[in-house]
């Protein structure tokens, strides 16, 4: 079994800041990726950051400059800064991980249950 869990969401004045963290926990044998998704309420849900095991990242275009994305292998935990936060920004945040379970095992997508981040004053 593998857990993704989010947590660090909350709600927070424009120009202020947030970080989310997701740890994936369980029967892990090694992890490719993890990414940040958010989906805020009727639009689809959006890629915002990645990152790969060796630390190669990509963020959003409406996010970079702002939001910072890193990965600790030892914990396997994924933590997206967010800063200088907007009300466009408000939405749930959801971590998927891209993991295999054993060395022979197909690599897949698990994800989180997702964390709100609320923009407003």
């Known amino acids: 079994q593998v857990q993704v869990v989010e947590s660090g969401g909350g709600l927070v004045q424009p120009g202020g800041s947030l970080r989310l963290s997701c740890a994936a926990s369980?029967?892990?044998?090694?992890?490719?990726?993890m990414d940040w998704y958010r989906q805020a309420p009727g639009k689809e849900r959006e890629l915002v950051a990645s990152?790969?095991?060796?630390?190669?990242?990509s963020v959003a275009d409406s996010v970079k400059g702002r939001f910072t994305i890193s990965l600790d292998n030892a914990k396997n935990t994924v933590y997206l800064q967010m800063n200088s936060l907007k009300p466009e920004d408000t939405a749930t945040y959801y971590c998927?991980?891209?993991?295999?379970?054993?060395?022979?095992?197909?690599?897949?997508?698990?994800w989180g249950q997702g964390t709100q981040v609320t923009v407003s004053s």
């Open positions: 990152i790969t095991s060796p630390g190669s990242t």
């Open positions: 998927n991980s891209n993991l295999q379970i054993t060395r022979f095992s197909p690599v897949r997508n698990y």
């Open positions: 369980g029967s892990i044998f090694s992890v490719n990726a």
